[in-house]
């Protein structure tokens, strides 16, 4: 069993502001996913990664895998980031998901 | 081309009742992951499908929650007799054939409130 753990578990920050949210896990994996969840609760893929470093948008995703650490940043925020981030990783068909950064970025 | 479609969206049942959630994957995916999210609480694994196959039920608890994914139609995943601690959120996820490290597509869920 892979221990997922986040952090902050809340986060505020004010529009523009550059984010950053932490996710380490107790053993090795295969590959490391971060997810999006809007009120709602539809849950959207952001990345998948399993080495290095990925960029889409301002969003930018990073991971150590000697650490077991990986980081999500969110530059020039806006208020429809608000959302809560997931962290989640696999090994094999086995996923296990942190609790999740709930974010809300204030205009 | 849809994405994962999950229906309903909202079930209501009383204690007691049967619960059916249906997911069908995205066109061409073949593996298909139940989740279940509690409220305060991150997204737990409860099964995973293949085509006619139960690949992995280890998340499933043991009585009452059964899962199929039939060679034709939906995947289901049925909880008899509900009670009031089976009230949560319910996602599937999909992949396609041989890349389970993939990224997952989710379905919009489905919240079950057992009253």
């Known amino acids: 069993k892979n221990e997922v753990e986040q952090s902050p578990q809340n986060l505020t920050a004010q529009e523009g502001e550059f984010i950053t949210i932490n996710c380490s896990y107790s053993v090795g994996i295969s590959a490391l996913h971060w997810l999006q969840q809007h009120p709602g609760g539809g849950i959207v893929s952001l990345f998948m990664l399993s080495s290095g470093k990925k960029k889409h948008g301002r969003l930018i995703a990073t991971i150590n895998i000697q650490e077991k650490h990986s980081s999500l940043h969110i530059t020039a925020s806006h208020p429809r980031d608000s959302a809560v981030y997931i962290c989640?990783?696999?090994?094999?068909?086995?996923?296990?998901f942190g609790t999740g950064t709930s974010l809300t970025v204030i205009p | 081309n849809a994405g994962v479609m999950q229906n309903p969206r909202h079930l209501v049942r009383r204690r007691g009742q049967e619960a059916r959630l249906r997911c069908s994957p995205m066109?061409?995916?073949?593996?298909v992951y139940w989740y279940r999210q509690l409220p305060e609480e991150g997204l737990k694994f409860m099964v995973y499908l293949q085509k006619e196959n139960i690949i992995d039920e280890s998340g499933m608890p043991k009585e009452r929650f059964s899962a199929e994914f039939p060679k034709e139609g939906p995947s289901i995943l049925r909880i008899q007799q509900v009670v009031r601690g089976d009230s949560a959120a319910y996602f599937c996820?999909?992949?396609?054939?041989?890349?389970?490290?993939?990224?997952?597509?989710f379905g919009s869920g489905t919240q079950l409130s057992v009253l």
């Open positions: 066109k061409g995916h073949s593996h």
């Open positions: 989640a990783t696999n090994t094999g068909n086995q996923f296990y």
């Open positions: 996820a999909s992949s396609p054939p041989g890349k389970i490290n993939e990224k997952l597509f």
